[in-house]
C-alpha cells in the first residue's frame, strides 16, 4: 500500500474509534457524573495509541519489489544501469609559436631613429638606454 491509502485507511479507524467512544459517553451521561468521567481518559489513551501507529505506518519504508517467475523464485531487482559521468575537457597549453619580426640592424640610422624615440634615455654612443630597473640595456628594435 502507498502512504496516502494507509493514512486514509488508518483516519477512518481513528473516526469510527472516536465515534464509537464519543456515543457512549454521552448516552450514558448519567454514568458520568456517579463514577468520576475516566471515559475522557479513556478516549486520549486510545487517540494516542491511533496516532502512534498511524505515524509508524505511514513513516514505514515501502517493501522490496519482488519478481516472480515461472517456478516461485523471486530475485532482486536488476541493478541500476551505470551513470553517464561527464568530464570537463582538458585543457592542453599549447607553447606559442614565435613571430619573427624583420628586426632593424643595429648602428644603422632607422634604429637609432627608432630607439631615441621609443627610450628617452637612449644614448646613441653605446646604444644602450636606462630601464626600469636603473640598469643599462642595449636597444633592440624589433
Same mark, same amino acid.
Given at each position: 500500500?502507498?502512504?496516502?491509502?494507509?493514512? %486514509?485507511?488508518?483516519?477512518?479507524?481513528?473516526?469510527?474509534?472516536? *465515534?464509537?467512544?464519543?456515543?457512549?459517553?454521552?448516552?450514558?451521561?448519567?454514568?458520568?457524573?456517579?463514577? !468520576? $468521567? $475516566? @471515559?475522557?481518559?479513556?478516549? !486520549? %489513551?486510545? $487517540?494516542?495509541?491511533? $496516532?502512534?501507529?498511524?505515524?509508524?505506518?505511514?513513516?514505514?519504508?515501502?517493501?522490496p519489489r519482488r519478481y516472480y517467475y515461472d517456478d516461485g523464485y523471486y530475485a532482486p531487482p536488476?541493478?541500476?544501469?551505470?551513470?553517464?559521468? &561527464?568530464?570537463?575537457?582538458?585543457?592542453?597549453?599549447?607553447?606559442?609559436?614565435?613571430? &619573427?619580426?624583420?628586426?632593424?640592424?643595429? +648602428?644603422?640610422?632607422? +634604429?637609432?631613429? &627608432?630607439?631615441?624615440?621609443?627610450?628617452?634615455? *637612449? @644614448?646613441?654612443?653605446? !646604444?644602450? *638606454?636606462?630601464?626600469?630597473?636603473?640598469r643599462q640595456h642595449f636597444c633592440t628594435a624589433g
Amino acid at each position: 500500500m502507498n502512504k496516502v491509502s494507509k493514512f %486514509v485507511a488508518i483516519s477512518c479507524a481513528a473516526t469510527v474509534a472516536a *465515534f464509537a467512544v464519543a456515543g457512549s459517553a454521552s448516552a450514558h451521561e448519567w454514568h458520568r457524573r456517579y463514577y !468520576g $468521567g $475516566g @471515559d475522557a481518559l479513556a478516549a !486520549g %489513551v486510545a $487517540g494516542l495509541a491511533v $496516532g502512534v501507529i498511524a505515524g509508524a505506518a505511514i513513516a514505514s519504508p515501502p517493501p522490496p519489489r519482488r519478481y516472480y517467475y515461472d517456478d516461485g523464485y523471486y530475485a532482486p531487482p536488476p541493478p541500476p544501469p551505470p551513470r553517464r559521468v &561527464y568530464y570537463r575537457p582538458a585543457y592542453v597549453y599549447e607553447q606559442p609559436v614565435p613571430v &619573427y619580426r624583420p628586426s632593424l640592424e643595429p +648602428w644603422s640610422r632607422s +634604429w637609432y631613429r &627608432y630607439c631615441s624615440n621609443r627610450y628617452r634615455s *637612449f @644614448d646613441p654612443q653605446s !646604444g644602450t *638606454f636606462i630601464g626600469y630597473d636603473g640598469r643599462q640595456h642595449f636597444c633592440t628594435a624589433g
